[in-house]
T-cell receptor, first 111, second 119 residues
């Protein structure tokens, strides 16, 4: 069945450093979304990418969808302590209905 | 402009009892997903429903677990004869139909979760 892998599992950075998390699907995706979950909280939708090779930016966050629509990345420039949390990618296979989540990357930011 | 509402937020049950978790989607959303999350782990897909239909329940154990999304009222995830291993956070997410039939626009909006503890 469809699997979504995400690396790294954890990332410790100093405030001001950049951060990137990568997502790989075992099958071609019709779309991919990114979510952020703060400790003790619930996942919050950040963005959705649909087109092959798509790049979207939200302030310091840059999201990419691979040409083959099987991988994606989230890059945060100049991290801040408010960026702390777990970032999940999630994708739906072509012709499928369910949205499968990666295991998440937990980001720790040291001030 | 209420978001996805889940209740109860916390539920304690003894082994063998039943747990019933409710989810009211955002206004205008007719698609509901249920996910299970263990501490420090990811979100495991359980079931995807539309009004009165189960679209995909491949992530849900075949025994003791059931889900419904009636025409009126919230979606309900029911766990019968709970065991300690059922202790987890159960998140509901809703999405809007995309107008092309049985699929949705993709973006999921999550409730705050129901945290089940089985003693």
């Amino acid at each position: 069945g469809q699997q979504v892998m995400q690396i790294p599992q954890y990332q410790h950075v100093q405030e001001g450093e950049d951060f990137t998390t990568y997502c790989n699907s075992s099958t071609t995706l019709s779309n991919i979304q990114w979510y952020k979950q703060r400790p003790g909280g619930h996942p919050v939708f950040l963005i959705q990418l649909v087109k092959s090779g798509e790049v979207k930016k939200q302030k310091r966050l840059t999201f990419q969808f691979g040409e083959a629509k099987k991988n994606s990345s989230l890059h945060i420039t100049a991290t801040q302590t408010t960026d702390v949390g777990t970032y999940f990618c999630a994708g739906r296979g072509t012709g499928g209905f369910k949205t499968i989540f990666g295991a998440g990357t937990r980001l720790f930011v040291k001030a | 402009n209420a978001g996805v509402m889940q209740n109860p937020r916390h539920l304690v049950r003894r082994r063998g009892q039943e747990a019933r978790l409710r989810c009211s989607p955002m206004k205008g959303h007719s698609h509901v997903y249920w996910y299970r999350q263990l501490p420090e782990e990811g979100l495991k897909f359980m079931v995807y429903l539309q009004k009165e239909n189960i679209i995909d329940e491949s992530g849900m154990p075949k025994e003791r677990f059931s889900a419904e999304f009636p025409k009126e009222g919230p979606s309900i995830l029911r766990i019968q004869q709970v065991v300690r291993g059922d202790s987890a956070a159960y998140f509901c997410a809703s999405s809007r139909a995309n107008g092309y039939g049985s699929t949705n626009t993709g973006e999921l909006f999550f409730g705050e979760g129901s945290r089940l503890t089985v003693l």
